[in-house]
Nanobody, 122 residues
């Protein structure tokens, strides 16, 4: 499966933004999806994960209550709705997929998108 992330941009503190991750291939329903992010000079950080049937969700502590992950089967797209954005959310956001639910463990995901940059100004 190939993943294409989009929706990043420059926003202000407190704004909202929605990222999209579109998957190619007819088997989108077989994949668990996740979002990770990496800020300049920092390690990759887990953001959110959703199971293939949207029955299981996992969120990183820093985004709980502000970010929501979802999947739309008809369009083969996973979303990350980000609210109450802070400067600390500034990073390149990557979507990932795997047939096995990997939760917060990046090494469990075999497929990765190219990343989309989110910049939150103070």
């Amino acid at each position: 499966v190939q993943l294409q992330a989009s929706g990043g941009g420059l926003v202000q503190t407190g704004d909202s933004l929605r990222l999209s991750c579109t998957a190619s291939g007819p088997t989108f329903t077989a994949y668990n999806m996740a979002w990770f992010r990496q800020a300049p000079g920092k390690e990759r950080e887990f953001v959110a994960a959703i199971s293939r049937d949207s029955s299981k969700f996992t969120y990183g502590d820093s985004v709980k209550g502000r970010f929501t992950i979802s999947k739309h089967i008809a369009t083969n797209t996973a979303y990350l709705e980000m609210n109450s954005l802070k400067p600390g959310d500034t990073a390149v956001y990557y979507c990932a997929a795997d047939s096995i639910y990997g939760g917060s463990y990046s090494d469990r995901y075999d497929y990765w998108g190219q990343g989309t940059l989110v910049t939150v100004s103070s």
